[in-house]
C-alpha cells in the first residue's frame, strides 16, 4: 500500500500507521520521528528545526522535502509506504506529487482520522514517553501508567512529558493544523483519494482502511 494519513496532532496517525505496516510490511514514515532524532543527535537539521517543533510551528518545507525524498528511494519502501506528518501543506501536497511522479509511483488513498478536539487535548496532555532512544515506548498517565516512580515497563528509563504535549503547545499546533493542513482535505477529496474514517477503536479504523484499500 501506498498512504497518507490525515488527521491532526494526536489523531492516532503513529499507531494507525504501525498497524498497517505490520499489515503487509509497508514502510512507516513519520517525519515527526526522524525530525526529533535528528534534534536529539544535533544535526545541522536537528538545530534548525527545534526551535520550529519547541513551538508548535510546522518545520519549513525546505528542511524537510529532500529528508522525504532520500527516505522514499530507499530499497525497503519498494513494498510500499504510509506517509505519518507529511504532506502537511498545500505546498508540501504538491512537492509530494512531483516527487511520486518523478519516481514513477502514486497514491493508493490518502486517509482523514476525524477526532474531536477535546480528545485529542486530553489525549496528548496525559501522553508520556520513554526517554530511552532505543525505546521511546508511549504511556498514558490514565489508562497505561508507567511505574509508580515514573519509569518505563519495559526498559526501566524515566519517562516524560515532551514539550509539544503540554496543553499550550498543544493548542498552537492544533490552530496551525486547522489554517495549514485541513486545507488539504478539500485537496484530495477533489483527486478522488480522499477516505474519511471516523471510528474510536484502532482496530475498527485499520479494519475500514484496508477496506478501502480493497483489501478486506
Partial sequence: ???????????????????????????????????????????????RAKAYMEKGELVPDELILNMVETRLREKDCEKGFILDGFPRTIAQAEALENLLRKLGIGLDLVV?????????????????????????????????????DGRCLKCGWPVIQRDDE??????????????????????????????????????EIVSKILEGLGKK
Avoid at 490525515?6 to 496517525?13: C, D, E, Q, R
Fill in 1 to 47: 500500500m501506498r498512504i497518507v494519513l490525515l488527521g491532526a496532532p494526536g489523531a492516532g496517525k503513529g499507531t494507525i500507521a504501525k498497524r498497517l505496516s505490520e499489515y503487509d510490511g509497508s514502510v512507516h514514515i513519520s517525519t515527526g520521528d526522524i525530525l526529533r532524532n535528528e534534534v536529539k543527535n544535533g544535526t545541522e537539521l536537528g538545530k
Fill in 112 to 148: 482523514n482520522l476525524d477526532v474531536p478536539e477535546d480528545v485529542i487535548i486530553e489525549r496528548l496532555t496525559t501522553r508520556r514517553t520513554c526517554s530511552n532512544p532505543s525505546c521511546q515506548e508511549i504511556y498514558n498517565v490514565k489508562f497505561k501508567p508507567p511505574s509508580p
Fill in 166 to 203: 503540554k496543553e499550550e503547545v498543544i493548542r498552537e499546533r492544533l490552530k496551525v493544523y486547522h489554517e495549514k493542513t485541513s486545507p488539504l482535505i478539500d485537496l484530495y477529496r477533489k483527486t478522488g483519494l480522499l477516505f474519511d474514517v471516523r471510528s474510536p477503536g484502532s482496530d
